[in-house]
């Protein structure tokens, strides 16, 4: 069973950096590509950036391009995520996700269907 286990979100104020990591137990996933999805309150669920398993090729939602960056643990079972210059606009649960591939075609690396295994979230508050 796979299992994905978020951490370091936080409370920041505008401006200001986190890092999430996220990291994969439960099967050999170091072939598949991994990504981060957020949710705001009352909002659907919004692609972030998602990472093929060699870690060479990060994808980035256009709202977090120039200050997200994702990267891959060289045990290839982890993916992080770099935070700078956030802002409140950012503040949502995210989710680190594991995908089927990395070869579809963009609309279909950014939809949630994509992803087959969810960790539970961690929260990332940025106050003005």
């Known amino acids: 069973q796979v299992q994905l286990t978020e951490s370091g979100g936080g409370l920041v104020q505008t401006g200001e950096s986190l890092r999430l990591s996220c990291t994969a137990s439960?099967?050999?996933?170091?072939?598949?590509?991994m990504g981060w999805f957020r949710q705001a309150s009352g909002k659907e669920r919004e692609f972030v950036a998602v990472?093929?398993?060699?870690?060479?090729?990060?994808i980035y939602a256009d709202s977090v391009k120039g200050r997200f960056t994702i990267s891959r643990g060289n045990a290839k079972n982890m993916v992080y995520q770099q935070m700078n210059s956030l802002r409140p606009e950012d503040t949502a649960i995210y989710y680190c996700a594991v995908g089927r591939d990395f070869y579809s075609k963009y609309d279909v690396l950014v939809a949630g269907g994509h992803y087959d295994h969810w960790g539970q979230g961690t929260q990332v508050t940025v106050s003005s």
């Open positions: 990472i093929d398993w060699s870690g060479d090729t990060p």
């Open positions: 439960g099967s050999t996933l170091e072939r598949y590509p």
